[in-house]
């Protein structure tokens, strides 16, 4: 619909002022009741016409072809509303095309990368971590769906501080299990190490798989031996509950790998021989405050060690080097600061601006009896992403996570995700769909007739109630939808219409009856089930959540 729309609307105003505005909006207005769409161009052309914009808005409505839209200024904005025709006849269009009707493919897909989760592999995803990813899977099947090639990949943070920490606790913990007590590694565990339970598990597993000999190592090989065992198997773990909530990547791409093929030294000595880089107390500093940043970088430090910000440079200039036409970040709402100075240089290494974009992913909260949970009963620590998934289930999970915009911070109700009531709206909506599955099965139990078979597309004319219209609108609509999550990255709105499409769906179900002696209306009112049907299980799998036949 907004596609034909907005060619309509761009025809008309060239026509009118032979100029084009730039950068107008056309989005559903805040009020359904002033319409499907609503245009501010009045208002942009309004400076260049020296005009009032009311009386431009007025124009355009009353140029714009009639048969497809409805159109009217309103306050210097031009509203539009479908008309009923165009409404059946795509919605005959869906009913035809089935779920491919939502996706009309793009006219030059991307080669895309997608980077999400990339948590360090310390400890379990906790469930910040999970809105990310299921964010970022969303996300990519959206884009698969326009026609887009999209790698989906895990940053694994596997160099550094933080791994060596990982090793030297878990040495801790190991030394433990044989009451041997090393002062130096005790100083530097209590003071930096990780105190989670899963240390202790991963270090009876140690101790069982080479028994007394990381005793007889020093110290540092000890540290070496158990890095690596540690972040492998807390990896492994990582990539387990990441498969549980139905999130899986192309590739799990090594820090550690830019610095042994050498792409870190290469993209500094880049930025240095430009004049971006220069050394200072015995360390090597960007000069980031040329793109906006606060302050200058270090990216080296006087020990000679790297700091993360120079592999993360390295790791972008290696993604563009591998070809992707466009990078999409989903960084945790921690990492704000970050994207400035990383963007910036980006800059500096010739990378176009726009290549790269950063989504920011906000906190969960665990809300139980009105009270923020923040332990688990289990450990008595933070809550991990797979106690989540075995509490609630996956679909409840996934389905909760986009039910807000993830730059905002989202309360995670436990005691509403297991109510089976209209409030709980991962119930609610799938159990619009179970209400549809049932209604057919009984149509054929009782008059033979298969909607699932039946040709249904020549009774949607004999729809003409209100409500009716109503959901044809909102299916169609739908089509609107993926393609503005694939422009904005916003997989939240398929929720959204979700919620809107299930509600319309069960008041109209709870006020008409579906199966009439009248049959032409019996057919007419299934058609209009079928399609609801489609739109509700075709946004479902996009979301990775059960469309039921039975609840």
């Known amino acids: 619909m907004k596609e034909l729309l907005k060619e309509q609307l761009l025809k008309t105003i060239v026509e009118l002022y032979s100029v084009e505005p730039r950068a107008y909006s056309l989005e559903p207005p805040r009020e359904e009741t002033h319409g499907d769409y609503a245009t501010n161009a009045a208002f942009l052309l309004a400076k260049e016409l020296r005009r009032k914009p009311q009386d431009i808005a007025q124009e355009i409505a009353e140029a714009f072809p009639r048969g497809h839209f409805q159109a009217e200024a309103v306050k210097g904005f031009v509203n539009f509303r479908a008309g009923e025709a165009f409404i059946k006849k795509e919605f005959k269009e869906l009913l035809k095309a089935g779920e491919s009707y939502f996706f009309k493919p793009i006219e030059r897909p991307l080669y ?4 999400f989760v990339s948590a360090n592999p310390t400890g379990p995803l906790h469930i910040g971590h999970g809105r990310g990813a299921v964010v970022g899977d969303v996300l990519c099947r959206v884009l698969e769906k326009l026609g887009h090639r999209v790698v989906r990949e895990y940053y694994v943070n596997d160099a550094g501080n933080q791994v060596y920490l990982l090793g030297l606790s878990l040495l801790y913990r190991y030394y433990e299990l044989f009451g041997i007590e090393r002062e130096e590694l005790k100083r530097r565990f209590e003071e930096e190490g990780y105190k989670g339970s899963y240390i202790r598990d991963l270090a009876k597993d140690l101790k069982a798989f080479y028994g007394d000999r990381l005793l007889k190592v020093p110290i540092e090989e000890g540290i070496q031996a158990t890095k690596e065992y540690a972040y492998r198997r807390l990896l492994e773990d990582i990539k387990e509950t990441l498969l549980n909530l139905g999130v899986s990547f192309d590739s799990f791409f090594s820090e550690r790998e830019l610095y042994k093929d050498g792409t870190v030294d290469e993209v500094l000595s880049k930025l240095q021989s430009m004049g971006y880089i220069y050394e200072k107390d015995g360390a090597l500093w960007f000069k ?12 080296r430090k006087s020990d000679q060690s790297y700091t993360y910000y120079a592999g ?40 176009p601006e726009g290549w790269l974009s950063v989504e920011f992913v906000q906190m969960v909260r665990l809300i139980s009896g009105g009270q923020e949970v923040r332990m688990s009963k289990r450990t008595g620590e933070f809550i991990t992403l797979q106690e989540l998934l075995e509490e609630v289930g996956k679909d ?21 995700v297991k109510r089976n009531t209209s409030e709980n709206p991962v119930f609610y909506v799938q159990y619009a769909h179970a209400r549809i599955r049932g209604v057919f099965r009984e149509v054929l139990s009782r008059y033979g007739v298969d909607a699932d078979r039946e040709e249904l597309r020549e009774y949607v004319d004999g729809l003409s109630l209100e409500q009716e219209i109503r959901l044809m609108k909102r299916c169609i609509m739908l089509k609107d939808t993926m393609q503005v999550v694939a422009e904005s990255y916003s997989p939240h709105l398929i929720t959204y219409a979700l919620i809107e499409l299930a509600k319309d769906f069960h008041n109209y179900y709870n006020h008409h009856r579906i199966m009439l002696e009248n049959r032409d209306l019996m057919l007419s009112r299934l058609s209009l089930l079928k399609g609801v049907e489609l739109s509700l299980k075709t946004a479902l799998d996009i979301l990775g959540v059960r469309a039921p036949d039975r609840m």
């Open 112 to 115: 895309l990368q997608v980077e």
């Open 312 to 351: 993360d440079i390295a790791y972008h200039w290696n993604k563009f080097k591998r070809g992707f036409e466009k990078a999409i970040n989903l960084w945790g709402a921690d990492h704000h600061g970050y994207e400035r100075r990383l963007l910036g240089a980006l800059k500096a290494l010739g990378v």
């Open 288 to 299: 980031s405050s040329q793109f906006g940043d606060d302050k200058d970088r270090v990216v």
């Open 396 to 416: 409840a999970v996934r389905f909760i996570f986009l039910t807000k915009r993830s730059d905002t911070p989202l309360d995670f109700d436990l005691d509403l």
